[in-house]
Each structure stands twice: as structure tokens, then as C-alpha cells.
């Protein structure tokens, strides 16, 4: 196995329709869930609604490769994604998950067209880093 990266693009909020999201962005997400859905083991129900895009999981060197694809779907919904947050009170993530294998370590630094982009719709940014 070698080191594989994957990028994620969380919408999160309280309560929003999910298809609002998905037709005002004009793209289709790979997944969501509405608060209060039992969670797959049915133990649990989710206590927000979410709605994501995201990138394969791919072997990389450097996180800003998988951020950067989303970042091409995304760039010109900046001012719908900063209407929505607005109208639905939202959060944005940008998540990264990256697992290390052979110890083969990528490059976890952030451009500044990333960050400005984050900036702008008022993005968080956190990363998941899991050693094997």
C-alpha cells in the first residue's frame, strides 16, 4: 500500500433542505443526511443535516492536489455559497483525510488561493491524519 489522500467539502447546518443545496449549487454531492436520520447502526441519530462533495481517495505527496480539485468545482459559487450560509446559518468544512503508509509523509501546507477562497465563505479547515 503507499500514502493516500482524500479532500472532503462539508456543508453543515441545523436544519436546511439538502436539495435547495444541491440545486442552488448546481452540483450533485456524494452524500448528506438530515438531522435527526438514524446514523447505519441505528444507535444514534444525527444531530445536524450535511451535505458533501469529495475526491477519491488518490496516492499524493502534497494535500493541496486534492484540495485544489474541489476548489475547481467550487471557485464560481463563491457568492451562492455565501448566500446560503447567510440564509441557512451554515458551516463549511474543509476536511482532509490522509493516511501515511510505509511512512511516506505528504506535504500539508496550504496556498494562499486556498486560503482566500476558505476565507471568503468562511471556511474552517481540519485534517484527519491516520499512521499504519
Not at 77 to 82: A, S
Not at 88 to 116: M, Q, T
Amino acid at each position: 500500500m503507499a500514502t493516500n489522500v482524500n479532500a472532503e467539502f462539508v456543508i453543515i447546518g441545523d436544519t436546511f433542505d439538502p436539495d435547495i443545496v444541491t440545486q442552488r449549487l448546481g452540483i450533485e454531492p456524494q452524500g448528506y443526511w438530515i438531522k435527526g436520520e438514524k446514523t447505519p447502526n441505528a444507535h444514534m441519530e444525527r444531530k445536524d443535516t450535511s451535505w458533501w462533495i469529495q475526491t477519491d481517495y488518490e496516492h499524493s505527496f502534497d494535500i493541496m492536489c486534492q484540495l485544489s480539485e474541489l476548489i475547481s468545482v467550487l471557485q464560481n459559487k463563491k457568492n451562492t455559497l455565501k448566500e446560503l450560509r447567510t440564509t441557512y446559518d451554515l458551516e463549511y468544512v474543509f476536511l482532509v483525510v490522509v493516511n501515511v503508509e510505509e511512512n511516506e509523509k505528504p506535504a500539508i501546507a496550504l496556498d494562499s488561493s486556498f486560503i482566500n477562497f476558505a476565507s471568503d465563505i468562511g471556511a474552517e479547515f481540519a485534517v484527519d491524519l491516520y499512521i499504519y
